[in-house]
């Protein structure tokens, strides 16, 4: 089977000769959401950007679909795969609902008019994150959370079959946060990839297939939420403040809490 989402050997330094990535192999399948963990500046966020074909990776390569994302140009890169990230940069002088809509450009065609297809996707990913009410609405105007639900709307537009998404939960209330990581997960099983940076081990034992963890740019450890998330992995990459356990029920999945250390 040919992987949605492969990296072989994959490595990116900044100016200055840090190494931000180091010999990543990671697959993501059709039918997958796969968690990306780790600490800050471990490489996560540089990691989806070599897979969005966002930045050339020193080493290594980048597949789509068996292809080699450098022979995507930017137009079939937008049809293919959506990059979710952590916040926008600058806020455009723009509706929710027309920001939704930039998320159709690597369908539209070559008189860059929308359909009513356009249109439809536009209005079923507002629908899906609950921001139909705020479609009229300028970014400016929005809370922080709600902000990060529109570009997880302009994905979904998208129509895109890889998503990459870094940290879609920041400035969520509980309720979005679970609604999000259901939402992801629902399209997983739907047919797309998904690979989502988050650095709550908990939502991703509940919803994640598999769990991968970054420490200085390299892979350290990869498996279910069972193999990765114990003592004897984590410790290495978060420290001894961590506590361990499994939610009871029907689907018992492991958990890990923030402990405050015993006072000397």
């Known amino acids: 089977m040919v992987s949605c989402l492969e990296t072989a050997g994959l490595s990116y330094e900044y100016p200055g000769v840090v190494r931000a990535v180091d010999g990543v192999d990671l697959s993501v399948e059709a039918g997958e959401l796969v968690a990306l963990l780790g600490p800050n500046g471990s490489g996560k966020s540089t990691l989806l950007k070599l897979c969005a074909g966002l930045y050339p990776p020193l ?6 679909a068996g292809r080699d994302l450098a022979e995507l140009d930017a137009r079939a890169r937008a049809r293919h795969i959506a990059l979710v990230p952590q916040s926008l940069r600058a806020l455009p002088d723009v509706s929710v609902r027309d920001f939704v809509l930039g ?20 209005e079923l990913a507002l629908a899906a994150t609950e921001l139909a009410p705020l479609a009229e609405r300028l970014l400016t105007q929005l809370s922080g959370g709600q902000r990060q639900r529109v570009l997880v709307a302009r994905a ?10 870094d940290e879609p939960t920041n400035s969520l209330d509980p309720e979005h946060q679970v609604q999000v990581f259901r939402m992801l997960a629902g399209l997983a099983r739907n047919g797309r990839a998904v690979l989502v940076v988050t650095h709550d ?47 009871e029920g029907e689907e018992a999945r492991p958990f890990v809490l923030p402990w405050r250390p015993a006072e000397p």
């Not at 080493?59 to 789509?64: C, I, K, N, Q, S």
């Not at 979904?156 to 998404?165: F, G, P, Y």
């Open 59 to 64: 080493a290594g390569r980048v597949t789509f």
């Open 103 to 122: 998320g159709r450009y690597g369908h539209l065609g070559f008189w860059r008019q929308e359909s009513a297809h356009d249109l439809q996707m536009v």
């Open 156 to 165: 979904l537009a998208q129509e895109a079959l890889l998503l990459l998404v």
């Open 201 to 247: 081990l908990n939502l991703a034992s509940q919803f994640a297939t598999r769990l991968a963890v970054m420490k200085d740019g390299a892979l350290v450890a990869a498996g279910s939420a069972g193999e990765v998330l114990r003592r004897e992995v984590l410790a290495p990459i978060y420290g001894d403040n961590l506590r361990y356990g499994v939610f």
